[in-house]
């Protein structure tokens, strides 16, 4: 899956998914990494208005205005509806940026509304969720959706000669339904996310800002353990990205990573190092 991470807790977050050309959350530092793969950017999903999340859209912004590039593709921002944090930053954005070169539109989402990227018969959108990171602040954690087709149910068990001769009788589209799959679930720094809004996902980006119990003073953010069990049940098939970890913990990762492979999990866990860019290009 073509994407580039950065995720450190306290200081930045960010994921840019390049197919969709689209960016969750802005922490610092997001323009400096991306470089002029800033102008590739088309839709900003942002989680939460807390710095780490946000604070990048400053310089993307600018980048985007002055540097040598295509300095006219538009830019959309999507933020949790009613989130003052991201309302202020935007009155600021204005406020400092009253000739930009190109369309910057902030849209409001709320829990279950879809942002369409492709359109077509088989369409591919985001799909918002509510996610829950602390009392005064709203948040959402996003699903990037793919319509996608299949043999209906009654048809599947059929010999491939039968399931050719219906096809000439009745049509190809009389055979098949359409149904969403997730291919990437994004939850930001919440706690534990809700099985049931990243089912199936092929690939689940969840907190674990804590490797340790113990360590976690207050119940905000989420530990491995807990997202482990949220991938299970949410039946991940392919990969749990671990993300928003510590510093505290950037010697132990290694030794994590190999009791986790020992455990045989039906899925692979990676987790992202603190202050490392994981790039899959």
């Known amino acids: 899956m073509r994407l580039i991470a950065y995720s450190k807790a306290l200081y930045s977050t960010w994921v840019y998914y ?16 991306l470089g002029n793969k800033c102008f590739a950017i088309r ?4 989680s939460h208005g807390h710095a780490d999340h946000i604070s990048g859209l400053v310089g993307l912004i600018n980048i985007r205005n ?79 959706i793919e319509r996608r087709e299949r043999l209906k149910e009654e048809y599947r068990a059929l010999p491939q000669e039968e399931i050719l001769k219906l ?35 092929d690939l689940l980006l969840h907190d674990v800002t804590f490797l340790d119990e113990e360590e976690r003073k207050e119940y905000k953010h989420a530990t491995l353990e807990e997202a482990l069990e949220v991938a299970r049940q949410a039946r991940v098939q392919q990969e749990l990205l671990a993300i928003h970890i510590s510093s505290r913990y950037q010697f132990k990762l290694r030794e994590v990573e190999a009791k986790l492979r020992e455990l045989g999990l039906p899925f692979k866990v990676t987790l992202l190092p603190p202050g490392k860019v994981l790039s899959r290009e």
Do not use: C
Request: glycine share 8%.
């Open 18 to 33: 390049s197919p969709d050309r689209a960016l969750f959350d802005a922490g610092e530092g997001v323009s400096s990494v």
């Open 43 to 46: 839709h900003v999903f942002l």
């Open 66 to 144: 002055n540097a040598m590039g295509d300095t006219e593709k538009p830019l959309t921002i999507y933020y949790p509806r009613g989130n003052w944090r991201v309302s202020e930053l935007m009155n600021y954005l204005w406020r400092t940026n009253r000739h930009l070169r190109y369309q910057l539109e902030w849209v409001p989402l709320s829990d279950g509304e879809r942002v369409q990227l492709f359109g077509g018969r088989l369409p591919r959108y985001v799909e918002a969720f509510k996610t829950v990171h602390s009392q005064d602040e709203h948040s959402l954690g996003y699903n990037i």
């Open 167 to 201: 096809v000439r009788e009745k049509g190809r589209a009389a055979l098949l339904e359409q149904y969403d799959k997730k291919l990437l679930s994004y939850g930001g720094d919440s706690i534990p996310l809700d099985p049931r809004k990243v089912e199936e996902t």
